[in-house]
């Protein structure tokens, strides 16, 4: 019985992956890309079991331009999530920068995963998928609860 609910779980866990990945790269199509020309699109499952998407929206005043991950978090604590699952981020090279990882601290579980996609709609390449756990996002990143925020 433990035996199969184990692979139950896995099986579980393939299908969350294989949703955000399709959700993010449906995100990725909506992306606001026209100075990088670098579309990335995002997909977060919240705690009560939504997905959330995102896209890079990006302005001609180039410091105002929000990525991927923080418009998919955003819009999920904006829905009332309080926690984190899992988050995916599809893109050329995908993997979230500083601030992102940042955010992704504050808001997702200790054992989430980050999901990055290195794809390109427009390439013909096969996606390839790497998994890193949000404990190894940062080395030492600024902890609100050790600031006593
Ligand atoms: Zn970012």
Redesign the pocket.
């Known amino acids: 019985m433990a035996k199969k609910d184990k692979i139950d779980r896995k099986n579980w866990n393939k299908k969350i992956r294989e949703k955000l990945i399709e959700q993010a790269k449906k995100a990725q199509k909506h992306s606001y890309s026209p100075y990088s020309r670098y579309p990335v699109g995002a997909a977060v499952l919240g705690e009560s079991g939504r997905i959330y998407t995102g896209c890079n929206v990006e302005n001609a005043s180039f410091g105002l331009s929000m ?1 991927a ?2 418009t998919a978090i955003f819009k999920a604590v904006s829905a009332g999530e309080k926690k984190i699952r899992d988050i995916c981020v599809v893109a050329k090279s995908a993997t ?2 500083g ?2 990882r940042q955010v992704i601290l504050e808001f997702a579980a200790k054992d989430a995963n980050v999901i990055c996609v290195d794809w390109q709609p427009l390439e013909k390449k096969k996606e390839k998928v790497t998994l890193i756990k949000v404990s190894k996002l940062l080395l030492k990143p600024f902890d609100p609860s050790q600031a006593g925020l």
Do not use: G, L, S
């Open positions: 990525c991950e923080r979230p920068c601030a992102c």
